[in-house]
């Protein structure tokens, strides 16, 4: 199993273009998600899913888009990147999250480390 | 809303000696909570899981306490090696259980 596996690895956009950070995971997990890490604040949770057609924002959501047409990929969208998005993005997946009193482990990509000029 | 905090952002200790790390939470009361570890260019990765009624859990050289008085973990490194060297990570799940709650991390730094 190759886990979750994200690309590209570095990214760099000019301010107002558009692209999309992929991310598959291979091991049937229902629960999807978004993350940024920026030095000082820590890993911010962006958009979810908690299976395929079900998607729902976290903390940190303007400026991305996510959909989940299949269990395996959720691709965050960035319409229109500005320099405030500049930053280094995890997909994590795991199993049944969604519930009270969940303890599922997540499941991390590489990361994507995207600049935006 | 939930709240973690890790109150040191760096720890430096020589080799063979204990690391402490300290994890406090404010406004819920997890079932569990989890720790992880990120190396430089990688993404975290799960270490281990406390439930509220476990008083401490050990793996190998590693040990968490889990006090939900003080509504906080902490994390040891027993023995610790210049490899133990990374960002640790303490976790929570929302009330909801939709979204795992990230503290800001320990970077922990071990000199030979």
């Known amino acids: 199993n190759a886990g979750v596996t994200q690309t590209p690895k570095f990214q760099v956009l000019k301010t107002g273009q558009s692209m999309t950070l992929q991310c598959a995971q291979d091991?049937?997990?229902?629960?999807m998600s978004w993350y940024r890490q920026d030095p000082g604040m820590g890993l911010r949770l962006i958009h979810y899913?908690?299976?395929?057609?079900?998607?729902d924002q976290g903390e940190v959501p303007n400026g991305y888009n996510v959909s989940r047409s299949t269990t395996e990929d959720f691709p965050l969208r960035l319409l229109s990147a500005a320099p405030s998005q500049t930053s280094v993005y995890f997909c994590?997946?795991?199993?049944?999250?969604?519930?009270?009193?969940?303890?599922?482990?997540?499941?991390f990509g590489s990361g994507t480390q995207l600049s935006v000029l | 809303s939930q709240k973690i905090e890790q109150n040191s952002e760096a720890l430096n200790i020589q080799e063979g000696k204990t690391a402490t790390l300290t994890c406090n939470y404010t406004?819920?009361?997890?079932?569990?909570l989890q720790w992880y570890r990120q190396d430089p260019g990688r993404g975290p990765v799960f270490l281990l899981l406390?439930?509220?009624?476990?008083k401490e859990k050990r793996k190998e050289r590693l040990k968490v306490t889990f006090d939900t008085t003080l509504k906080q973990s902490l994390f040891h490194i027993t023995a610790s090696q210049p490899a133990d060297s990374a960002t640790y990570l303490c976790?929570?799940?929302?009330?909801?259980?939709?979204?795992?709650?990230f503290g800001k991390g320990t970077t922990l730094s071990v000199s030979s």
């Open positions: 994590a997946s795991s199993t049944r999250v969604g519930r009270r009193g969940t303890n599922e482990k997540l499941f």
């Open positions: 091991m049937n997990h229902e629960y």
């Open positions: 899913s908690v299976g395929a057609g079900i998607t």
């Open positions: 406004n819920y009361s997890p079932a569990y």
């Open positions: 406390i439930r509220e009624n476990e």
């Open positions: 976790a929570l799940y929302n009330q909801a259980g939709t979204a795992l709650i």
